[in-house]
Structure formats: C-alpha cells, structure tokens
C-alpha cells in the first residue's frame, strides 16, 4: 500500500521532469544559434575544449584537453638570465626591477 508521501513524490517528480523538458525544448533555439555562429566564425568543439580545459563530447568520440599546459615560451627575460614564461606568480627578481622603476616591457623577449 502507497503511502500519502510516496504519491506525493511521484507527482512531484513528474512535474519537475516535464518542467525539465520544457527547459530543454527552450535551449534548442540557442543552440541553433551556438552553432551558427560557431560555423560562421571556423569554430569546432575541439577548439572550444582546448580553450575551456573541459571534455566535450560529441555524438560518439570525445573530444579531451588534458587540463596540462605544456611548457610556455619564455615571455620575460633579464641581462642575468632569469626567464620568466608570465605564468604563475610574478618572480622576485622582476618584483625587485618593477620596484626599482624599471618596466616589465623592457624585459620582453
């Protein structure tokens, strides 16, 4: 025997699923729009995983960034040859320069 809470929650769950698909039925029309505008402009899913980290998939293959960046050119570089690739935190020795007048444009590669 079904108790007062148990059809409660099953009209409740019924209700919040067609609430879902009316949901999803308003995302269609974005969606058009997403990939329009992505072949407009040349972009793929790939692309966009690579620039957001995340794994993508589509229909049956994913497409995976690692989430690891390689190693980055060195950006920043000083006459006693500390480098700096401009990721991460800003390293002493170009901290001290800034603090002594010096600008960070004058230590580009």
Known sequence: MKTMN???LKARIASLQKKLALAEKSK???IRK???LMKRLGVTPAD???ATGTTLKTGSRKLRSSGRRGP?????????GNRWSGRGKT???LVAAEKAGKKRENFLV
Do not use: G
């Open 48 to 50: 966009l995983a690579s």
């Open 91 to 93: 390293p002493r020795w």
């Open 6 to 8: 148990t059809l409660k």
């Open 28 to 30: 269609e029309p974005a």
């Open 34 to 36: 997403v990939v329009a």
């Open 72 to 80: 980055a050119p060195i950006k920043y570089k000083d006459d006693s």
